[in-house]
């Protein structure tokens, strides 16, 4: 490839817009590799899974439909890409997470926290399942209450307590706070 540039910008004339073109498409090196992650992302339906990651990826909020096996996005930041692997989140759906779970590297749990006690103590069981799998059990877990906008969302603290995890279960064990569809994170 070098060659071909010096071919390019040689020849006796200055180099000019042609060169400069075929520079910057031919020559530049690869851009430096950024180190990748497999996560994955679980929660019971309607907790805000896809909404998130579409953010995450600078999604429009519009296209989103419903789960109903897996998917995957891989999520860009600067120092890494997240393949984040979303598992639907449905009554018969939710038996088959574990199949899912290896080669994980970490776990995004979302929670609706605005939902009724019913689904908040469902959501609490597959957390705790989660969290006790022999495949994730070692990994950072990251419990995100979403739908914080809603004005029956619990905060960060009543998601801890009906959750009953103190940070010693997992010392990689992180709650934050979120609003899937709007602008800002609360947390
Ligand atoms: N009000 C509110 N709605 C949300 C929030 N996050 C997601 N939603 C909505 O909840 C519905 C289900 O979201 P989705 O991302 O498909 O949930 P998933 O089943 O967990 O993937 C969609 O209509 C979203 O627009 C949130 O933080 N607040
Ligand atoms: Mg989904």
Redesign the pocket.
């Given at each position: 490839m070098a060659v071909s540039c010096q071919a390019a910008c040689c020849g006796g004339q200055s180099p000019g817009l042609i060169y400069w073109c075929f520079r910057a498409l031919c020559c530049k090196g690869p851009p430096p590799a950024r180190p990748e992650y497999d996560l994955v992302c679980i929660?019971?339906?309607?907790?805000?899974?896809?909404?998130?990651?579409?953010k995450l990826c600078s999604e429009s909020?519009d296209n989103?439909?419903?789960?109903t096996g897996f998917s995957i996005k891989a999520v860009p930041f600067q120092n890494a890409i997240l393949n984040v692997k979303?598992l639907?989140?449905a009554d018969n759906i939710r038996k088959y997470w574990s199949r899912y779970y290896q080669g994980s590297q970490g776990v995004i749990f979302?929670l609706?926290s605005?939902s009724s006690e019913d689904d908040l103590e469902t959501a609490r069981n597959e957390l705790h399942s989660a969290l006790q799998h022999p495949q994730l059990c070692t990994l950072p877990f990251l419990i995100l209450a979403?739908?914080?906008?809603?004005p029956a969302a619990r905060s960060v603290q009543e998601v801890r307590l009906i959750n009953m995890i103190t940070l010693c279960i997992s010392c990689f064990l992180h709650f934050c706070c979120?609003?899937?569809?709007?602008k800002d994170a609360c947390n």
């Open positions: 929660g019971l339906t309607g907790s805000g899974k896809t909404s998130l990651l579409s909020p989103i439909v419903s789960t979303e639907g989140g979302v609706d605005a979403n739908h914080q906008d809603k979120h609003s899937g569809i709007l």
